[in-house]
Nanobody, 123 residues
């Protein structure tokens, strides 16, 4: 079956950096657009970033643009989210997700989801 496993979360201070990883199995990774979403306590899940299966197109939420970078290594079936200049408002559970086809900002269009990794940013 399809599995998406996130790692790299943790507790950091404001201004620090973290790199999240998501490794996929059970699917042909090179056919899937990958996305990162996040959900803060008491809030709805929101889009953070996504990257096309080719790696040639990506999208970012305005709230992370210029600070976060999404990338992928198709040889390792892994997608990354480099997060710089972290702020307390970035505190959330971060989920990776997979979908066929084009980049989408809408979570409902993604077919597979990981269990999430907690990112906590202290001020």
């Amino acid at each position: 079956q399809v599995q998406l496993v996130e790692s790299g979360g943790g507790l950091v201070q404001a201004g620090d950096s973290l790199r999240l990883s998501c490794t996929a199995s059970g699917l042909t990774f090179t056919l899937y657009t990958m996305g990162w979403f996040r959900q803060a306590p008491g809030k709805e899940r929101e889009f953070a970033a996504a990257i096309h299966w080719s790696g040639g197109n990506s999208a970012y939420a305005d709230s992370v643009k210029g600070r976060f970078t999404i990338s992928r290594d198709n040889a390792k079936n892994t997608v990354y989210l480099q997060m710089n200049s972290l702020a307390p408002e970035d505190t959330a559970v971060y989920y990776c997700a997979a979908k066929r086809g084009y980049v989408s900002l809408t979570g409902a269009t993604y077919d597979y989801w990981g269990q999430g990794t907690q990112v906590t940013v202290s001020s």
